[in-house]
Structure formats: structure tokens, C-alpha cells
């Protein structure tokens, strides 16, 4: 089969990080199409734990054992433009549950509208991934809990060193001053003031 009539599909996500839910979709989808553009995406709407860079190194990383996988940046472009340039057929997307879909759908038809050549294919998610997601596994490590099972072993460290949260740190990821630290103890002392009336 020539190059230019293989069935190609783009498999986009923020994948920050990648996760078993993600590998699980992709794997899928190199079962589907002849060649898969695993695409890093920026999400406008998130603050990234990782660089565009570090995910697609760390997809890389997970991904070897695949032969029809290619990895990409998408930054500053339409998702739609960029399936339309590298003349993909598909574009496939996960869906965990009916909260992912009317998400998905709008964006599904959006996209239908910019890049007609291209179908948008839902894989749903397999039963013990339903409630992984991305935003989950930074919740977990950021507190020091064991993320090994949402999470590729080649790529645990990694993932686990750069959210763990030091324990001298507040919740917004600065270095608790005095000033706040007195804010939460007089806190803690009208609360205490409050039961004891």
C-alpha cells in the first residue's frame, strides 16, 4: 500500500502526564489505522505539569514497543488544520464517561465542520480506567500517594519527583511565609474559640 493511501489517524491529548487510560487508546488505535500521530496538544484551559517537550519524550518513552506510532507538538494551530496538513483520516479520541462525551461531541462536530475528509472515532475507555485521568494522577503524587498503578513504570520516578509537593510548601506551590502561617493559626484558634462557646 502506498504512503499516501494508508489510513492515518491523529490521536491527540494533553497527556500530562501520559497515563494507562492514554496507552490503552492508542494501542487501540494502532489497531485500527496503519500509522498513528500520537499529538501533544497545549489545553488553554489547564496549567501543564509538564513542557510540550517533556510529554512527547515521555510518550516516546512508553510507546517503543509500537511501530506505527509517530509523535508530535501541536502549538498554535487548529487541531483541525493539523489533520488537514498531514492528510489524516481520523482523528480518535477516549471517552470515559457521559461527561467526556458532550465535551467531545461538540468539539467532534466542530472539527467535522473545519476538516470534512476527517471522521472523529470514540473509543471508550476500558472498565478499570473509567476514572483515570490526568488531573487524578497530579492530585495523587502532588500529596505523596502511590501512582504506580495509573502510571508506566518507565516513567514513575519522573512523574513523581516533579509533583511531589515539599512539605514546607501551601497549596499554591510558594513557600508558606510567617504571615500565613499566622493567618492559619488564628484560624485554628477562633475555630477552637467557636465550639468551645
Known amino acids: 500500500m502506498s504512503e499516501q493511501h494508508r489510513r492515518l489517524a ?3 491529548g494533553s497527556f500530562d502526564p501520559v497515563t494507562f487510560g492514554h496507552l490503552d487508546i492508542i494501542s487501540r488505535a494502532t489497531k485500527l489505522f496503519d500509522k498513528v500521530i500520537v ?5 488553554l ?20 514497543g509500537f511501530d506505527n506510532i509517530v509523535i508530535d507538538i501541536l502549538e498554535d494551530e487548529l487541531l483541525a488544520d493539523y489533520v488537514r496538513r498531514v492528510g489524516a483520516h481520523a482523528i480518535v479520541k477516549g471517552l470515559r464517561a457521559v461527561t467526556d462525551f458532550e465535551y467531545e461531541f461538540q468539539m467532534a462536530l466542530g472539527n467535522k465542520k473545519l476538516v470534512p475528509s476527517a471522521e472523529t472515532v470514540f473509543l471508550t475507555t476500558a472498565a478499570e480506567n473509567m476514572y483515570l485521568s490526568s488531573s487524578i494522577v497530579k492530585q495523587i503524587a502532588t500529596l ?3 501512582i504506580s498503578s495509573f502510571v508506566p513504570a518507565e516513567i514513575l520516578s519522573v512523574i513523581a519527583e516533579r509533583l511531589r509537593k515539599p ?5 499554591s506551590g510558594k513557600a ?5 502561617i499566622r493567618q ?6 477562633a475555630i477552637g ?5
Do not use: H
Open 10 to 12: 491523529v490521536c491527540p
Open 39 to 43: 499529538l501533544v496538544s497545549a489545553n
Open 45 to 64: 484551559d489547564k496549567r501543564p505539569a509538564f513542557t510540550l517537550t517533556e510529554r512527547l519524550l515521555m510518550i516516546e518513552k512508553v510507546t517503543t
Open 144 to 146: 505523596g500517594g502511590d
Open 167 to 171: 512539605q514546607n510548601q501551601s497549596p
Open 176 to 180: 508558606a511565609s510567617a504571615q500565613e
Open 184 to 189: 492559619v493559626q488564628q484560624f485554628v484558634n
Open 193 to 197: 474559640k467557636e465550639e468551645s462557646e
